[in-house]
T-cell receptor
Framework: QKEVEQNSGPLSVPEGAIASLNCTYS??????FFWYRQYSGKSPELIMS????GDKEDGRFTAQLNKASQYVSLLIRDSQPSDSATYLC????????????FGQGTTLQVKP | GAGVSQSPSNKVTEKGKDVELRCDPI?????LYWYRQSLGQGLEFLIY????????KSGLPSDRFSAERTGGSVSTLTIQRTQQEDSAVYLC???????????????FGQGTRLTVV
């Protein structure tokens, strides 16, 4: 079992729709969770961090965390073609070394 | 500096040669990470530094890979006797502090694209 799992996609949504990206993790002790966006040929860019159960909203982005289910999600409202990218989920290792573990990423395509 | 700086941006080397990749983190960031990303793949963890020490080097693929960090700042990743399977983008990231119980927000450099021919 991979430590952080994501559906590779591609996930295709029409412009203006809500895109829902999901991630599960195996380390029950993880306490920090991140979503990175990576455009083709570019390096990952941090877009959301979440540390507590529940929802965290930032503009069009909402991160959701459910530690009991070991599940993290990212919702993108009013999706735009510029949101088309690969979205990487990352968790902080519970070993307290500060190690970040990434999933394989989900490719999102927003169609005009 | 303003961001994480990596050099060179591109490196083509012959199989069997040694290469050094450099990472200059954001000023004041104590944590530094190296990852590797092959074409179309996710990020493979290589090594993590907190200050000058490496509490986790579990991701280094073989003993041909080594890394050091000096002065709590610049880090170099060295690959000896390069092989074609070492071809990938090597990404460095830094973060400002270690958060209890897990990782903290990390900021990435633009990467070094290594091609072994």
């Amino acid at each position: 079992q991979k430590e952080v799992e994501q559906n590779s996609g591609p996930l295709s949504v029409p412009e203006g729709a809500i895109a829902s990206l999901n991630c599960t993790y195996s380390d029950r002790g993880s306490q920090s969770f991140f979503w990175y966006r990576q455009y083709s040929g570019k390096s990952p860019e941090l877009i959301m961090s979440i540390y507590s159960n529940g929802d965290k909203e930032d503009g069009r982005f909402t991160a959701q965390l459910n530690k009991a289910s070991q599940y993290v999600s990212l919702l993108i409202r009013d999706s735009q073609p510029s949101d088309s990218a690969t979205y990487l989920c990352a968790t902080g290792s519970s070993s307290n070394t500060g190690k970040l573990i990434f999933g394989q990423g989900t490719t999102l395509q927003v169609k005009p | 500096g303003a961001g994480v700086s990596q050099s060179p941006s591109n490196k083509v080397t012959e199989k069997g040669k040694d290469v050094e990749l450099r990472c200059d983190p954001i000023s004041g960031h104590t944590a530094l990470y190296w990852y590797r990303q092959s074409l179309g793949q996710g990020l493979e963890f290589l090594i993590y530094f907190q200050g000058n020490s490496a509490p986790d080097k579990s991701g280094l693929p073989s003993d041909r890979f080594s890394a050091e960090r000096t002065g709590g700042s610049v880090s170099t990743l060295t690959i000896q006797r390069t092989q074609q399977e070492d071809s990938a983008v090597y990404l460095c990231a830094s973060s400002p502090q270690r958060r209890t119980g897990g990782g903290v927000r990390a900021f990435f450099g633009q990467g070094t694209r290594l091609t072994v021919v």
